[in-house]
């Protein structure tokens, strides 16, 4: 790796850790906005019952909600760095515990979204760019300015009903089948755990169920991937070396999805990161709605009892994990357009 590398990294790294700074001290005011005084705070960190005045001063001292703002938010920075999200006060379990119960349920879902949703839109937008001002082409973009414009609950709504109900295809709800005992917790992630348990009976009915949520997530975001796609095929398809691709003799089918698939797939890789955020946005509705217990049920369920440590946690972690992915992408496309590291 040369030093010209090494330098994009850092500088793209030292980016990220700001941004990160950054989100946590917005989300932080926000909830002090909504909740300013520190003996409110505090009853939030002591959970649900009657609190002595003692109680609520020994809290205020432990989580420093007595300091000035700024204080608090640099303890609060310091913690995180340490892992330390605080005390869930409606489970009574250390956040840091249900994150990694449910973040892990999330990522079975979104990462297999993600790659099935690049690859339907890698296909469908070469077809369309191959078919340009043809019926074919007309079809693809309609089918997905549909599924990209409609609101994530519509789209899992309508899998729902047809699939589920309809059919009777697929689970309408649910992580897994209700009547099986879920193997031991070694992984974090259900999957591993069924395969790590050889529990094959769960680990089919976890991938059963997975099938619409993760149906729905790819449908809204295949549809992006799908545009930049025909766009940059298009460019390639005029371009002076897929033309000298043809004249070699190559079958136009073969330099469509081989050539100029290939040059036109670089955009892509930075639009994998933002994908990643929009199907993790999309995973709060989803989730929901399939009552598939995962890091967005969680969230909505959180909002609902007004459990703000557990609002304030998954949303920094969300934000973490979309900065990484984000990141990653700078990376690589730093290691496949080495143009960009010296910007």
Do not use: C
Not at 286 to 300: A, Q, R, T
């Amino acid at each position: 790796m040369n030093t010209n590398m090494l330098i994009y990294i850092l500088r793209r790294s030292i980016y990220a850790v700001i941004t990160l700074i950054f989100i946590i001290i917005i989300v932080y005011l926000l909830i002090h906005i909504i909740v300013p005084s520190p003996y409110s705070m505090a009853a939030i960190y002591a959970g649900s019952g009657h609190h002595t005045r003692a109680e609520l001063n020994s809290i205020i001292k432990e989580y420093h909600l007595n300091a000035p703002l700024y204080s608090q938010i640099l303890v609060y920075i310091g913690n995180i760095f340490h892992g330390n999200f605080g005390y869930d006060p409606v489970y009574h379990v250390p956040e840091i515990y249900l994150i990694g119960t449910f973040l892990p349920r999330t990522l079975e879902i979104v990462i297999p979204a993600i790659i099935l949703a690049t690859l339907l839109g890698l296909y469908t937008g070469s077809y369309g760019a191959s078919h340009r001002r043809k019926a074919q082409d007309q079809t693809v973009k309609g089918v997905y300015l549909v599924t990209w414009a409609s609101p994530p609950f519509f789209i899992a709504i309508v899998l729902q009903l047809f699939l589920a109900y309809d059919l009777g295809l697929l689970p309408s709800t649910g992580m897994a089948n209700s009547a099986l005992i879920p193997p031991p917790n070694v992984a974090a992630f259900p999957l591993l755990n069924a395969i790590i348990a050889g529990d094959l009976p769960y680990f089919i009915s976890l991938i059963h169920h997975m099938i619409l949520p993760v149906m729905a997530i790819a449908l809204l975001s295949f549809g992006v991937v799908t545009r930049l796609t025909r766009s940059s095929m298009l460019d390639a398809i005029e371009s002076d070396y897929f033309k000298l691709e043809l004249m070699k003799g190559i079958n136009r089918k073969s330099a469509v999805y081989g050539a100029a698939l290939r040059n036109a797939s670089i955009p892509i890789v930075t639009l994998l990161a933002l994908n990643f955020g929009y199907a993790v946005a999309g995973a709060v509705v989803v989730e929901d709605i399939f009552d598939y217990h995962g890091m967005g049920w969680f969230i909505v369920q959180a909002i609902y009892s007004t459990d703000y440590i557990a609002i304030l946690g998954t949303t920094i972690i969300i934000a973490i994990s979309i900065i990484i992915a984000n990141l990653t992408a700078d990376i690589l496309y730093g290691v496949i357009d080495p143009r960009v590291r010296v910007k």
